[in-house]
């Protein structure tokens, strides 16, 4: 007998993507349909009659005509069968597949039907007639975009035969389409109850699983489905994806380059390797990936993006700036094409062209007028071409939209401040540091503000929290408001804390050097001052707690105490680098035992560790000689009749400073 199957189908599937990678995997189901080698062909009904054999040598030709695919001489290789011998139902069943494949599924239907009228008994042993029509008839009614009927029509043909495995795959694939995923999943089980060892409904079924977001499930699907069609170049790209959402990224590249290794025209591998180098940070190894998913696919958006989004991480805003240009050629969405001219506009902004950029935000926003980001770059871009009324609408806008936006409310402020505006850059600036206490640049321009304005004691809060987070203005601007009483009570210690912080930097700038000298001249006050005033005190309190501030920034040490000298505690514990700049800092904030440490590194050095005569060290000594300490002047005397030593002027200069 002659058994009819499916005619092709064919369904593009897009499994769950990330949106923030776009990652994209498509899918092609097939479902073969076709007629059974001549060797099957049954016996005629009547062997009497003269008709019979030259019926059945059309139906021979009927089968070889279709197995080369010329279906027109195959229709009528079988009709003429069935009109030599009008009862054979095989050329009937045959008839209506070859009409079925060509499109024509009335005349289809007709001829299985009369096929089932001629010999009910004599239907194929794995499929009902009728729920094969009703299968076929779904499939076409598919093929010309009428999901909803040819699903009808596949639970019609589950009603006649429910062991149909392809009803319930085709089901499956319909659900998922339509984005009922826990149905399919239903469906594609169902489907491996009848067919375990069927690969692409394992594949399908993964498919399902991964946009449930049930990764381990997808996972073990597509294992399967490996083990059954180890070379399925689709399946391993899969695996590489499910294992990139779950974090384990080099696993994932592995699958990527196996999958490539089996097809190397999917572009979907290539794509998806390129992701998963650019989520590594490996902008220069996801040049190529991605570069070769749009040579299958030029008109591919998210690798067009991508491929710039790249080009921008290495600094070639050109380039990036031609990719998303290139994409916009494409016929994207339009919020699609407003993320193009955004990144356009920030592209251009990186190269210096504001006005360029000014264009590029106004055509983002043309599309998303609704786009918190869009308006406030808009409104940077406006303020740095001082067209500041504009720039306040559109960061205006941009809180508007996004109220718990700090950057915005950060860049309203400072702009209502230009403009004279100081009620309005206050609130702002306070709503910044409200949304984010720990916002140091939004309280450093709070405090600045609030002082100049007269609101001294406020403008301390937001200063020490611009301070703390090493904001030196800030830092800088506290010492001098405790050092002057400025708004605030005189409190020179407060005042030494800050200046220590800054002078800690190594900083170059002038409130660095300003720092550093106001700490010299009161070393200097009080070095060897033999009846302590009251302010010698203060300044000695000031140090003090240097010292104790400096304790507190190591807690690493086995039974550290705060007690000692820090840097003696690291050097018992061999950590020899650290311990010399920890007790130059000590030293500075008059700890003797540092000053004393130090010394006898610089004489004496540590065996195989630490050479003697560091220059750092001799830094110190000849920074605290011209401070008239003297027991740097003594060491300095000391080590000044050693004219072979380096830097030997610099040791006669401060020798000479300790003598005046």
Sequence with gaps: MICGLSILIFLLLRPHRQSALGVVLLVICTLIGSLAPQSLLAQVLDNSD????QAEDHLRLGIDFFLTDELEIAIDEFREASRLQPGYADAQHNLGVVLAKSGDLTGAIAAWAQAQRLDPARVPVQYHLSALVSYNYGVGLLRQGQLDRAMAEWESALRIQPNFPEAYYAEGLGYLTKGNVL?????????????????????????????????????????????????????QANLGLVRFMKGDIASAITAFRQAIALDADLPEAHFNLGVAFYSRGEWQAALKPIQTTLIFRPQFLPARQLLGATWANLGSWAKATSEWRTA???????????????????????????????????????????WAEAHYQLGTVAVLAKEWALGL???????QLQPLWTQAYFSLGKVHYQRGEVAQAIEALREATRLE???????????????????????????????????????????????NGSGVDRNLPMAMIWWARISSTRSLTEAGVLAKERLSQLRSQVIDEPQPSTEAHEIRTGFSLIRQALRQTVHNIKGYSFDQSLGRQLLQHNRVAEAVLILIKEALALDQSAHEELEQLYLNGIDGTFPAHDRQILDYFLMTAHEKNSKSCELIQRIAVQLDLPDSEHIQSAEQACRS
């Design 393 to 399: 609408t559109h960061l205006e806008k941009a809180v």
């Design 183 to 235: 149905k399919a999943i239903t469906q594609f089980q169902q489907a491996l109850a009848w067919r375990s060892d069927w690969p692409m409904a394992h594949y399908q079924l993964g498919v399902a699983f991964y946009e449930t977001r049930e990764f381990h499930l997808a996972e073990q699907a597509w294992r399967t489905a490996l083990l059954l069609h180890p070379h399925h170049a689709r399946t």
């Design 328 to 370: 916009l050629q494409a016929f994207p969405s339009e919020s699609e094409a407003a993320v193009l001219y955004y990144d356009i506009g920030l592209s251009l902004f990186m190269m210096g062209d504001v006005r360029g950029a000014f264009g590029e935000f106004r055509q983002a926003l043309a599309l998303r007028p609704d």
């Design 437 to 483: 206490p720990g916002f140091a640049d939004a309280s450093y321009h709070l405090g600045v503000i609030l002082r100049a304005h007269n609101h001294s004691e406020e403008a301390i809060p937001p200063l020490q929290v611009a301070a703390k987070s090493g904001i030196e203005g800030a830092q800088s601007l506290l010492a001098s408001m405790y050092a």
């Design 50 to 53: 003269d008709s019979a054999p």
